[in-house]
């Protein structure tokens, strides 16, 4: 870590790193997964002597969260509790956790991810660079071999962002810097101060998601980076609380109205936003024609949010110092760097966890 860093912990006395973890009736996983945050905590503290807070957010729980935390974890050290007096949702309660803080750096994690004992130190190190934002960690799917999250690539069709198709590398294979388009909020860490001067999560996409890839658009725009640290792994179970049934339905308009706002506040490129707007002419008549409304609500209700949409696109346009264009080029060209694997199927995972494990048996016996 940088002596910025080390300057900060001696003069100010404040906590380094902190691990910030929003919780919403989610008592089980926190039972499951939350010790493996803490032992990694104290490893990092006990190997770099940078501070380390560990902030559980909880969001009104009433599956019995708060006394469980409280009876395991309310004398340790490191550890704090925060409690929302009123469900404020997944977006707003994250805020509030960075908020909290007086941390230089902060790590986001889900509360059904489990953490890797060396994790946090490769993270924190490429914050030795001023213009990197947030970096997130691979992640394996808990209970299965596939890929939860690694480098995410960012692609221009069809009117809208694509952002969902991973990448990887194996150890040695490339010098290339291992960008981004966005990290997970389920398992990243970010530059606590260039996060304030964001705002945080954009409000308007709350309850919950795009926030993460919203913010990370945004901060990629302003001439900061996301990069992808494979060496830092966690396990991710996903959608263990936003994928009940009950709410399914509700989420599915709530993630289009999203991806409209966030598109509306940050593409700027005209020939982009043409593109756009006759996609999004061509999905609305395609809903209607085929009686299948949640297109048509999600719509409807990202319009309601148009006046916060200007006031927060006015705010962005001043800020822009890399182009929609040239963002779109980055992830063109690192596609095309040697030692990267795109991995649009099951099969493209499969085939490279064998030559990773390949190429890992050849250095055991060099």
């Keep these: 870590m940088s002596g910025l860093f080390r300057v900060s912990h001696t003069i100010n006395l404040v906590p380094d790193v902190a691990i910030v973890i929003p919780n919403w009736n989610g008592q089980n996983l926190l039972a499951e997964y939350f010790s493996s945050v803490v032992h990694a905590a104290e490893q ?3 190997r770099s002597i940078f501070e380390v807070e560990v902030i559980v957010v909880d969001d009104s729980s009433t599956d019995g969260s708060r006394e469980w935390l409280h009876d395991n974890y309310r004398d340790h050290k490191m550890v704090k509790i925060l409690e929302n ?5 997944f977006l707003r309660t994250v805020n509030k956790g960075f908020e909290a803080s007086a941390s230089d750096l902060v790590f986001l994690l889900n509360n059904d991810v489990q953490v890797e004992h060396d994790c946090i130190e490769p993270l924190t190190n490429h914050f030795d660079d001023p213009s990197v934002f947030a970096v997130c960690c691979r992640a394996g799917r808990i209970n299965s071999e596939r890929l ?4 995410k690539i960012g692609r221009f069709e069809r009117g809208f962002w694509r952002v969902f198709l991973n990448y990887e590398t194996a150890p040695g294979e490339t010098d290339t810097e291992l960008i981004s388009f966005y990290g997970s909020g389920g398992y990243t860490m970010y530059n606590r101060e260039k996060w304030m001067e964001l705002g945080g999560f954009q409000d308007c996409l709350a309850p919950i998601y795009w926030e993460d890839v919203e913010i990370c658009y945004r901060a990629w725009k302003r001439g900061w980076k996301v990069l992808f640290e494979p060496r830092s792994q966690v396990r991710h179970m996903g959608s263990a609380t936003m994928g009940k049934k009950p709410m399914r339905a509700e989420m599915a308009i709530v993630t289009e ?6 598109t509306w506040i940050n593409l700027h490129d005209r020939t982009m936003l043409v593109r756009h707007f006759a996609w999004l002419t061509l999905k609305l008549i395609g809903s209607a024609l085929s009686f299948k409304w949640n297109y048509l609500r999600s719509f409807s209700r990202a319009l309601g949010s148009l006046s916060k949409v200007r006031a927060a696109r006015s705010i962005e346009k001043k800020q822009i110092s890399v182009t929609d264009a040239a963002l779109e080029r980055k992830f063109v060209e690192i596609v095309n760097q040697q030692g990267i694997h795109v991995l649009a199927t099951e099969a493209d995972e499969a085939a490279f966890g064998k030559m990773r494990d390949a190429m890992a048996a050849r250095r055991r016996v060099g």
Excluded at 257 to 262: E, I, P, Q, S, V
């Design 44 to 46: 990092f503290h006990r």
């Design 85 to 89: 007096e009123k469900n404020l949702g």
């Design 257 to 262: 109205r999203n991806r409209l706002l966030m």
């Design 148 to 151: 939860d999250g690694g480098g």
